[in-house]
């Protein structure tokens, strides 16, 4: 699957943003969803993950409670609502893509497809 990234932009802090990943290909209902971000300087880290058959998703601690991802399968989209942004929320933000994983995966490497990434600015 093919992914694309979009969304990103500046934001106060306090503020919010709805990012989308848009899959290509007719298995996408098929694949756990996730969204990883990188911040200058910085590692890689994983922000939240939903699995194939849906459900109300898995959540790095620092995002726990201001940011939800959903999917629409209909649309081979998959959505990170962030809210309560905060200047530390800035980063070039990824969705990334695994074909039917059903337990919890939060590691760079459990996944199979990558978009390109949309950056989030966060201002104080």
């Known amino acids: 699957v093919q992914l694309q990234a979009f969304g990103g932009g500046l934001v106060q802090a306090g503020g919010s943003l709805r990012l989308s990943c848009a899959a290509s290909g007719r298995t996408f209902s098929s694949y756990a969803m996730g969204w990883f971000r990188q911040a200058p300087g910085k590692e890689r880290e994983f922000v939240a993950l939903?699995?194939?058959?849906?459900?109300?998703?898995y959540y790095a601690d620092s995002v726990k409670g201001r940011f939800t991802i959903s999917r629409d399968n209909t649309k081979n989209t998959a959505y990170l609502e962030m809210n309560s942004l905060k200047p530390d929320d800035t980063a070039v933000y990824y969705c990334?893509?695994?074909?039917?994983?059903?337990?919890?995966?939060?590691?760079?490497?459990?996944?199979?497809?990558w978009g390109q990434g949309t950056l989030v600015t966060v201002s104080s």
């Open positions: 939903v699995w194939w058959v849906g459900g109300s998703g």
């Open positions: 990334a893509a695994k074909y039917k994983v059903t337990k919890t995966i939060a590691a760079i490497t459990d996944f199979d497809s």
